[in-house]
Nanobody
Framework: QVQLVESGGGSVEAGRSLRLSCVVSGFTARRNCLGWVRQRPGHQREALASLYSTDDFTWYADSMKGRSYISRGSTDNIFHLQIRELTPDDTAMYYC???????????????????WGQGIQVTVSS
């Protein structure tokens, strides 16, 4: 059984940084991508960043470019998303997600991910 569990959310002031973490268990796909998705109030889910297993290639949404960093943790079953310069517009439920890949599918949309964490709230105050 695949499980993903997020941590590191909460309330932060605008301008600060935050690091979200995800622990993955039971996920054995050798070709995969790990990613972060968020859903802001009144918006659809949007993919933020992803990390590919084959070559550690990383992808970032425009909203995250230059102020976020996706990385692996101390073990391969942990990964993080660090976001700097948070604004109230970053207030959202954040999800970590995983996808198995049979070819060269791009992990840039929420629909590619087949496994999800339960989500963690991030609230940014001005």
């Amino acid at each position: 059984q695949v499980q993903l569990v997020e941590s590191g959310g909460g309330s932060v002031e605008a301008g600060r940084s935050l690091r979200l973490s995800c622990v993955v268990s039971g996920f054995t796909a050798r070709r995969n991508c790990l990613g972060w998705v968020r859903q802001r109030p009144g918006h659809q889910r949007e993919a933020l960043a992803s990390l590919y297993s084959t070559d550690d290639f990383t992808w970032y949404a425009d909203s995250m470019k230059g102020r976020s960093y996706i990385s692996r943790g101390s073990t391969d079953n942990i990964f993080h998303l660090q976001i700097r310069e948070l604004t109230p517009d970053d207030t959202a439920m954040y999800y970590c997600a995983a996808a198995s890949r049979s070819g060269f599918e791009a992990c840039t949309t929420p629909g590619i991910f087949g496994y999800w964490g339960q989500g963690i709230q991030v609230t940014v105050s001005s």
